[in-house]
């Protein structure tokens, strides 16, 4: 059974930073691409980060730039992304995803139809 476990999520002040770990299983993990995407009321999901172990790549949407870092640790089939300066704009619910599209993913991969499995999600709260 294919799993994706995300934690790590609260509720911080804007400025302080977060770890959001996506914990993997069911499924051969460097096989595939792992996606955070995340979701704020009223709005669609958005892609945010992308990491492709197996080929050494990465993506960061435009707003997340420079304060977002996405890695992953096979050992421990488990992908992270570290969330620094938060702003309250970051608020949302926070969801990892997996792609067998690695190479699509590569440029496309903030588009949620290119994965075939996801997460429950995890809250993200950043007050002012």
């Known amino acids: 059974e294919v799993q994706l476990v995300e934690s790590g999520g609260g509720l911080v002040q804007a400025g302080g930073s977060l770890r959001l770990s996506c914990a993997a299983s069911?499924?051969?993990?460097?096989?595939?691409?792992i996606g955070w995407f995340r979701q704020a009321p009223g709005k669609e999901r958005e892609g945010v980060s992308v990491i492709s172990k197996s080929h050494g790549s990465t993506y960061y949407g435009d707003s997340v730039k420079g304060r977002f870092t996405i890695s992953s640790d096979s050992a421990k089939n488990t992908v992270y992304l570290q969330i620094d300066n938060l702003k309250p704009e970051d608020t949302a619910v926070y969801y990892c995803?997996?792609?067998?599209?690695?190479?699509?993913?590569?440029?496309?991969?903030?588009?949620?139809?290119?994965?075939?499995?996801w997460g429950q999600g995890t809250q993200v709260t950043v007050s002012s």
């Open positions: 995803a997996a792609s067998p599209h690695t190479i699509i993913v590569r440029k496309r991969g903030q588009e949620t139809a290119w994965y075939d499995y």
């Open positions: 069911g499924f051969t993990f460097d096989d595939y691409a």
